[in-house]
């Protein structure tokens, strides 16, 4: 059985390890034909020589990190060890592409790869399609590049907007008049603003028309100019839907199309918009479409886990 022995020089092995080992747990799930030792400052690994070599470089690139920045996570593990090259880990926490600087001083960067190409898409096209799962940062992304625009003057208005689809409730049964019946919906939009705007100045915005959140209906008729437009919940549009939407693109406006084609909750003899638009558009100079998938998804690391759950269940549907 071959073995390799890391030392830990100038790093605090308890830190880096994490409370209760849970650094070092994490590097046992994931090479789980090696056995894995960590004890004083040194780290030790038995197992067959090609997975040796993988380990060595997974773990000098956590250290490499843990060296520069003096912290390690669980999400940035996963990110390490689940990434196709050096390249591919490095995301904005060695970034200086600071997207904008949110409450409290809170810098919102691209924090993955595609999240990054998410932000070069847009800087080059008017209009770009985001897809993927739950917790990739779609919406979170999409919201800062629009705070972007707006603060730098590049867009008067940020419009934000989705399609009014029940996801198991019904809206007339809840209570209020729409504007109450539909808020709850666009909570996530809400949450990402109010990480990027003052309270105080995000009300005024919202008071005077500079931030709109309306359902998709509200669109139809009008023409938007000027404006940084997001839908969200995209896979929930119909044919009709999107092609109104896609439609009301105006003068100097940058369209941002938000959803995740495994998560419709159209009737089923109803064709998503979005998986339309995706084929129809495909090959339109000018729309940007990036496909953001499990690497990308920065909430608990248990969120990962979940999504490649139930994909392993349709795949033997």
């Not at 003057?153 to 809206?171: C, D, F, H, M, S």
């Not at 499990?294 to 139930?310: F, G, N, P, S, W």
Request: proline share 3%.
């Amino acid at each position: 059985m071959n073995e390799i022995i890391i030392e830990l020089n100038e790093i605090s092995p308890s830190e880096f390890f994490g409370l209760q080992n849970a650094n070092i747990n994490l590097l046992k799930e994931h090479f789980p034909k090696l056995k894995i030792v960590a004890r004083g400052n040194k780290i030790k690994a038995f197992g067959d020589e090609e997975v040796l070599e993988e380990f060595d470089k997974r773990l000098t690139m956590l250290l490499e990190h843990f060296a520069e920045f003096n912290k390690l996570d669980e999400n940035i593990i996963e990110r390490v060890l689940l990434s196709r090259s050096k390249d591919d880990y490095e995301t904005s926490l060695s970034s200086n592409d600071i997207l904008v600087h949110g409450v409290n001083g809170k810098k919102i960067k691209a924090q993955t790869t595609n999240q990054r190409k998410l932000v070069q898409l847009m800087a080059t096209n008017d209009m770009v399609f985001s897809v993927g799962p739950a917790g990739t940062g779609k919406t979170y992304t999409g919201v800062a590049l629009a705070v972007k625009a707006l603060k730098e003057k590049q867009v008067r208005r940020i419009i934000l907007t989705r399609p009014a689809i029940e996801a198991g409730e019904k809206l007339g049964f809840l209570p209020g008049d729409l504007k109450e019946k539909f808020d709850p919906y666009m909570q996530p939009l809400y949450d990402a603003l109010r990480d990027m705007i003052p309270s105080e100045k995000l009300e005024s915005h919202l008071d005077k028309g500079i931030i709109q959140i309306a359902p998709l209906a509200f669109m139809r008729g009008r023409t938007l100019d000027n404006a940084f437009v997001i839908l969200d919940e995209a896979q929930n549009t119909t044919h009709a839907q999107m092609k109104m939407f896609l439609t009301r693109m105006g003068k100097n406006a940058k369209f941002m199309i938000m959803g995740d084609p495994e998560q419709i909750d159209l009737p089923r003899k109803i064709i998503s918009g979005l998986k339309e638009a995706l084929s129809i558009l495909k090959d339109v100079k000018g729309v940007g479409m990036i496909y953001l998938d499990d690497k990308d998804i920065i909430r608990h690391r248990l969120v990962k886990k979940v999504v490649t759950a139930y994909k392993s269940i349709k795949n033997t549907d």
